[in-house]
Nanobody, 121 residues
């Protein structure tokens, strides 16, 4: 019904930048709030950034000032610009839609498959 597909991950040196993209497809009425999560090996999945429909934004303390979340509702897309990357940012990054509206009466929670970001020291 609804798919989230991330792209843009890869290997980068510390101090470098990457831009992650999340493309939503399917029978989407409205994306609503969208999030980026990450999960490092051996760690729990953690919220990195969140953006509402009216572009209210929250960031994890660990990424404030370095990461920027944005959205393009015309394209059903969400982005995460990551600057000044550190080795501790290494993780699989997931796009998440907690309440994607597929009709006036129905919302779905959807996760992407994840994209790996590796930051070398």
């Amino acid at each position: 019904q609804v798919q989230l597909v991330e792209s843009g991950g890869g290997l980068v040196q510390a101090g470098g930048s990457l831009r992650l993209s999340c493309a939503a497809s399917g029978s989407i009425l409205r994306l609503n709030t969208m999030d980026w999560y990450r999960q490092a090996p051996g760690n729990q999945r953690e919220l990195v950034a969140s953006i509402t429909r009216d572009t209210r934004i929250d960031y994890a303390d660990s990424v404030k000032g370095r990461f920027t979340i944005s959205r393009d509702d015309d394209k059903n897309a969400v982005y995460l610009q990551m600057n000044s990357l550190k080795p501790e940012d290494t993780a699989v990054y997931y796009c998440h839609g907690p309440r994607i509206a597929v009709s006036v009466w129905r919302n779905l929670e959807v996760w992407g498959q994840g994209t790996l970001v590796t930051v070398s020291s």
